[in-house]
């Protein structure tokens, strides 16, 4: 019997890729559709009959979980994932498996050789609460900081490289681009807004102090006043084109995350 799959990932050539690796390993199945995010996800769900999904957790507006909250979906999940291993053991449950990025063809053989094994594929009857893994996931406050990302993916050459969250400095907006400098100096450049990002770090560890900014707290080496109740950052490494300054209006919360609190705040102005 021909397997039907589809791909739910926002980045096309990590897709393509990962489609290549299926067709080499599994040459009759057939690939139905492959979508970015979760409104044309659904859509396609909708539309399409398919025996298994390979799924991102983060997708470009929003995340799977609330495809999960849109429609029942019964088939088998294979997650493909930037999250720790540790936060991700909540998959290691019935039809339910996950691919840590960059997915590789071993790690793909061997979560098809868990699919093949499952009794009932294709057509099985029992579904696994994907709604319920959010929570292992993702923590229910940014205060507890337990299940974010400890790594980003990031484009580099003709593949793709993780940067640990940990050794980046900070992150400025640059056009349309973010600019990410780690703290050995290396620049990353990323599409991924200062928005997006925000939700995926350890809000202890980083602050918005702007629209156009999110600066590790171990990268500020003085604080400096800078007039009318603003604050200007000295950071290592510095900011190359402009100052990291905190805004009048978001003074008191940075203050108060230095000395142990946490970053609550979207944007500042």
Known sequence: MTIRYMIIEDEYLLGFRLERMIA?????????????GVEESVEALREHEVDLIFMDIELSDGNCFEIFESIEVRQPVIFTTAYDEYALQAFKADCVEYLLKPVTKKTLQDALDKLDRLAGFPGHTVSPDYRGLREHIRPSTPESGGGIKDRLLIPEGDGYAFVKLKDVAWFIKSGRYTDIRTFSGRRHLIDRSL???????????????????????????????????????????????EDIIVSQARREEFLSWIEGGSATGKEGS
């Open 24 to 36: 080499s390993l599994r040459p009759s199945w057939q690939m139905v559709c492959r979508t970015a």
């Open 195 to 241: 928005d997006h990002l925000e939700n995926e770090v350890d809000r202890r560890m980083f602050f918005r102090t702007s629209r156009n900014c999110m600066v590790n707290i171990n990268s500020i080496t003085s604080i400096q006043r800078h007039g009318a109740g603003r604050l200007r950052l000295i950071t290592e490494p510095p900011a190359d084109q």
